[in-house]
């Protein structure tokens, strides 16, 4: 049996040791808690919301016996968007803290007081306060403070019963090591599950992928020695990892946490943060969702173009490694002959390649046959800017990409993306020598460890120089 198919038969046998059910039954369980978690910080942040509003109408009433709506809206406009900022900045949402019911209360109190002297602040330097009740305001602070606290607290009690003492949706993988309380939920053995500590095997990629989708880590249990494989494949996941440790190994951590009482290596963190990930997602759809009255006509006149030219589908469908290394199928405009496409990109696209058509020659020095890709982008599966993706039998030659370095998976932890660093750098064209691939893998890493909207921009800019290049065939 070949590498190649030996890679195929471990991702279809790869929980042949255990019940796929109970397996699924588990990530389902974990998955639930995520989601009741972010459930719950939404509803602290409605209960905040209805308190001040509460407040500020008791006030109104206790000290203008009456309630002015006019004057309660105008207050609350102001009062809330600088308080949720404050609240934001002081982490009052933090998931640790909403199980704390008393540290909760205290944050938000601290968020009320501090937001409620800033808009004193404005309205004394805007000379506008004589438009407000200072009593009615300070009067709506206290009781602010008051509501919100019970609110808090009451949030903290709920969040301390549904999600325990820990609110993180954790799946604790044990590695010839015995699970020290079987109980616990998400916790399993690595062997139970099929799962090996193969760096060098996309299909164990996959799967450890798979089962990261839709959690919070990924926190693994194993000797010594296999610490180093584990170590690998956890740094290519797109959520924080941590490997649990006795003593301190040369494996660059981020930093150092604790587990059931033994040290434990933070080794990933799933690259970009919640709200990187966020702005980032939000100008993906903001850019596209802003061109698509150009792009629409412009695919659909494209793809009629490719279907005149030759007989087949106007789209090209191909399976690429997504972020966290899970596969997702990318679209492109067909450019080969359909009885001479290759599937599985097994071979390399040669300069004056004669697979290639006449349109999609055209398509491809071009680059507009990546056009389609925007649809990817609009599924979630690929970013405007990232690492291109690379199908998993891309070879050098006979060596697999990941062969050659294997810093190659680590490139994952973002999504793929229409065009990347390497791509503005020049680094583009079919991969013929291994330092081809060095070079965009540097590109890819460095641009993981430093993203930034800024440079997505300047990439997207520098974009348009390079979509005719020498290197696009």
């Avoid at 406009?77 to 949402?93: E, H, K, M």
């Avoid at 604790?172 to 090996?196: F, N």
């Avoid at 759809?285 to 061109?291: C, G, M």
Wanted: overall charge neutral; charged content about 20%; proline content about 4%.
């Amino acid at each position: 049996m070949s590498k190649n198919e030996g890679v195929f038969q471990l991702n279809q046998d790869v929980t042949s040791s255990s019940s796929p059910r109970d397996l699924e039954r588990l990530l389902e369980q974990l998955r639930e808690k995520r989601s009741l978690r972010h459930h719950i910080g939404i509803v602290a942040g409605v209960i905040d919301l209805l308190a001040i509003s509460t407040a500020y109408l008791l006030a109104n009433l206790v000290y203008l016996y009456d309630i002015q709506v006019e004057l309660t809206v105008r207050t609350l406009a102001s009062v809330t968007p600088i308080y949720l900022l404050f609240g934001l900045a002081r982490q009052s949402y933090d998931a640790n803290l909403l199980s704390d019911g008393y540290r909760s209360a205290w944050r938000a109190a601290e968020a009320i007081i501090w937001s409620s002297l800033f808009l004193f602040l404005i309205f004394f330097f805007l000379k506008i306060g004589a438009e407000f009740s200072r009593v009615a305001l300070g009067l709506g602070m206290l009781f602010s403070i008051i509501l919100v606290s019970v609110g808090r607290y009451n949030v903290g009690q709920l969040a301390l019963r549904e999600l325990g003492t820990s609110p993180f949706a954790h799946l604790c993988i044990y590695d010839g090591i015995e699970i020290p309380d079987p109980k616990s939920t998400g916790s399993v053995k690595s062997c139970d599950i099929g799962l090996v500590p193969m760096p060098d095997n996309p299909a164990m990629l996959a799967l450890l992928g798979r089962l990261a989708l839709g959690l919070d880590g990924v926190v693994v249990h194993c000797s010594p020695e296999k610490r180093q494989s584990w170590a690998l494949m956890l740094k290519s996941l797109d959520v924080r990892t941590e490997l649990v440790v006795r003593e301190l190994t040369p494996l660059q951590p981020l930093a150092i946490a604790s587990r059931r009482g033994d040290t434990s290596l933070v080794l990933g963190g799933g690259q970009l943060s919640f709200s990187q990930r966020t702005l980032k997602r939000a100008f993906d759809l903001v850019f596209t969702l802003a061109l698509a009255p150009v792009l629409a006509p412009l695919l659909i006149l494209l793809g009629v173009v490719v279907k005149l030219d030759s007989p087949g589908p106007a789209l090209f469908k191909q399976d690429r490694i997504g972020i966290g290394n899970r596969k997702f199928t990318i679209l492109k405009f067909r450019t080969m002959r359909i009885e001479e496409q290759d599937e599985e990109a097994r071979e390399t696209t040669a300069r004056d390649d004669p697979r290639v058509t006449r349109i999609g020659n055209f398509l491809r020095r071009t680059s507009l046959d990546e056009l389609p890709q925007f649809l990817n982008v609009l599924r979630g599966e690929m970013s405007l800017v990232g690492p291109r993706p690379h199908a998993e039998l891309t070879a050098i030659g006979s060596t697999l990409l990941w062969e050659i370095d294997a810093a190659y998976w680590h490139r994952h932890v973002v999504k793929p993306g229409i065009t990347g660093l390497a791509q503005v750098r020049g680094h583009r064209g079919s991969l013929s020598e291994e330092s081809h691939l060095r070079e965009r893998l540097n590109s890819d890493l460095e641009y993981a460890a430093n993203w930034s909207l800024t440079a997505d921009l300047m990439i997207m800019i520098r974009t348009l120089a390079v979509m005719v290049h020498k290197n696009a065939f």
